[in-house]
């Protein structure tokens, strides 16, 4: 099979031809198999949602427009799919954190993310409470908006920013208690 232009391969997966279908799977999959492992609680979930994803992805190609890139699509699909995921399975309740004693935390994402090691970051972020770390996940990440969460999650738009301030809080005092 001839190397084929982006248009092409999303051409020729919309004529549902199997080949083009796996080649743009393999372009994709181990890239978005990363996104879906940051919202599953374990990777045999990831691989479900990526799978889901990608039958989506087939299904709805037609209706890309080469008015973004195609990577960024796929992966707000699998931002989508994994959100539904939980949605379907939602046996966690939010939590509500209580301030600290100690005052406000003023920290933002960057402050907190540039003193830890990435392993480290992602750990904790994994440790916060579902609703908090999804929150932080579309917004910090993902760069969705407070109003685009809600929806998403069915929550309020208030309740976005507060599981979202909530999670800053969360990682600076778990922070603060590594570096002791």
Not at 99 to 127: F, H, P, R, Y
Not at 131 to 149: P, S, T
């Amino acid at each position: 099979m001839k190397d084929l232009s982006e248009r092409e391969l999303v051409e020729c997966c919309a004529a549902d031809e199997r080949q083009c279908q796996e080649r743009l799977y393999r372009k994709y999959a181990g890239d978005m198999y990363k996104v879906c492992l940051m919202y599953a609680k374990n990777k045999p979930d990831a691989a479900d949602i990526l799978q889901e994803s990608f039958i989506k992805v087939f299904k709805n190609i037609h209706r890309f427009r080469f008015e973004g890139s195609l990577r960024g699509w796929i992966r707000r699909t699998v931002v989508h799919t994994a959100i539904n995921a939980y949605n379907k399975k939602q046996r966690d309740t939010q939590v509500v954190i209580p301030m600290a004693e100690s005052g406000d935390v003023d920290a933002s994402i960057d402050s907190i993310m540039g003193q830890l090691e990435a392993n480290d970051i992602i750990k904790l972020v994994n440790s916060l409470p579902t609703k908090a770390r999804q929150v932080l996940k579309l917004y910090a990440i993902e760069g969705y908006k407070h109003k685009e969460i809600a929806a998403l999650l069915g929550i309020t738009e208030g309740t976005s920013k507060s599981q979202f301030s909530r999670a800053k809080k969360m990682l600076q005092i778990s922070i603060d208690t590594l570096h002791g």
